[in-house]
């Protein structure tokens, strides 16, 4: 029997996993990981009538972290994967303001990318088993406007290709007006590991998940963004990187962001949320693959 793999599930979902497609360089480059940039996007439709509420958008459910690995294998239909998605629901996606609304038809279509090995070849995906989980944490303790202060994420494990920082307010929206004035600082167990001026971090994601200079992508707002997927390049290159520059952690590893100091913004206290992208191997990880 030839090995069937799935590399990324297609389907819709929601806003803070756009970001994985966005950040994770798991599913396309730059600025085509926007779903808003795909053909197949169409914005929901404002007009009164059967046509209001009307969208369609793609994201991605990312399972390859670099080539070939990560993939869940799809030959034994004894053993498939099971998927789950969880809907809000429509009043919670559908605001009244005094009208009900009319409630349309949602779809939501699951399609999966396949690798696929020729019949009779004894060979298999290196690593297999390996995932790449992506993990939505929340920091602690909440932020206050204008301070000067250390939050620390929950302990993590596995090799860190991705970390995302969303600041949000207190009614949780995301916004601009947490992100620091001057200077940010990630600590590794004490050391840092980044220490740099905010508008540096900004043209270095241009740079990593833009290419800077395409006039293609933007900036989440309430967003910084640090990949660990740039070992043969400044940008981040997708599934083709080695996986060098992993940052390595165990469940006690503590990881610290601080603000110095911290924007001063309306709604307080706000709250970092980090979505981090989590590699966990199937054994040992292979790195340093040879570059060419």
């Given at each position: 029997?030839?090995?069937?793999?799935?590399?990324?599930?297609?389907?819709?979902?929601?806003?803070?996993?756009?970001?994985?497609?966005?950040?994770?360089?798991?599913?396309?480059?730059?600025?085509l990981?926007?779903?808003?940039?795909?053909?197949?996007?169409?914005?929901?439709?404002?007009?009164?009538?059967?046509?209001?509420?009307?969208?369609?958008?793609?994201?991605?459910?990312?399972?390859?972290?670099?080539?070939?690995?990560?993939?869940?294998?799809?030959?034994?239909?004894?053993?498939?994967?099971?998927?789950?998605?969880?809907l809000a629901?429509?009043?919670?996606?559908?605001?009244?303001?005094?009208?009900?609304?009319?409630?349309?038809?949602?779809?939501?279509?699951?399609?999966?990318?396949?690798?696929?090995?020729?019949?009779?070849?004894?060979?298999?995906?290196?690593?297999?088993?390996?995932?790449?989980?992506?993990?939505?944490?929340?920091?602690?303790?909440?932020?206050?406007?204008?301070?000067?202060?250390?939050?620390?994420?929950?302990?993590?494990?596995?090799?860190?290709?991705?970390?995302?920082?969303?600041?949000?307010?207190?009614?949780?929206?995301?916004?601009?007006?947490?992100?620091?004035?001057?200077r940010?600082?990630?600590?590794?167990?004490?050391?840092?590991?980044?220490?740099?001026?905010?508008?540096?971090?900004?043209?270095?994601?241009?740079?990593?998940?833009?290419?800077?200079?395409?006039?293609?992508?933007?900036?989440?707002?309430?967003?910084?963004?640090?990949?660990?997927?740039?070992?043969?390049?400044?940008?981040?290159?997708?599934?083709?990187?080695?996986?060098?520059?992993?940052?390595?952690?165990?469940?006690?590893?503590?990881?610290?962001?601080?603000?110095?100091?911290?924007?001063?913004?309306?709604?307080?206290?706000?709250?970092?949320?980090?979505?981090?992208?989590?590699v966990?191997p199937?054994?040992?990880?292979?790195?340093?693959?040879?570059?060419?």
């Amino acid at each position: 029997m030839p090995l069937l793999s799935a590399k990324y599930v297609c389907f819709t979902i929601p806003n803070r996993y756009t970001m994985l497609a966005q950040y994770g360089g798991q599913f396309g480059l730059h600025a085509l990981s926007d779903p808003a940039n795909l053909p197949s996007f169409s914005a929901v439709q404002t007009a009164s009538g059967a046509s209001a509420g009307n969208f369609n958008f793609q994201s991605v459910l990312p399972l390859e972290f670099s080539k070939a690995y990560g993939l869940i294998s799809m030959a034994n239909a004894s053993l498939l994967p099971t998927l789950q998605i969880q809907l809000a629901a429509s009043a919670t996606v559908l605001a009244s303001a005094g009208v009900a609304p009319v409630i349309g038809t949602l779809e939501v279509d699951c399609d999966l990318d396949f690798a696929w090995l020729p019949e009779g070849v004894s060979m298999e995906p290196p690593g297999l088993g390996s995932t790449e989980q992506w993990v939505l944490q929340v920091a602690n303790p909440t932020i206050a406007s204008a301070a000067s202060q250390l939050v620390a994420l929950p302990r993590l494990g596995g090799f860190l290709s991705t970390l995302v920082f969303i600041f949000r307010d207190s009614p949780n929206a995301r916004t601009d007006s947490m992100l620091p004035t001057s200077r940010i600082r990630v600590y590794v167990d004490g050391v840092p590991l980044l220490d740099t001026r905010v508008d540096t971090l900004q043209d270095d994601m241009a740079i990593q998940f833009a290419g800077a200079g395409t006039g293609q992508w933007t900036r989440d707002t309430g967003v910084l963004a640090i990949s660990r997927k740039t070992s043969m390049n400044q940008e981040s290159l997708g599934l083709l990187d080695t996986g060098e520059e992993y940052l390595s952690t165990n469940p006690g590893t503590l990881i610290q962001v601080e603000g110095s100091p911290w924007g001063s913004f309306a709604n307080t206290p706000g709250t970092l949320n980090a979505l981090v992208g989590q590699v966990v191997p199937a054994g040992s990880l292979i790195q340093g693959l040879p570059e060419l």
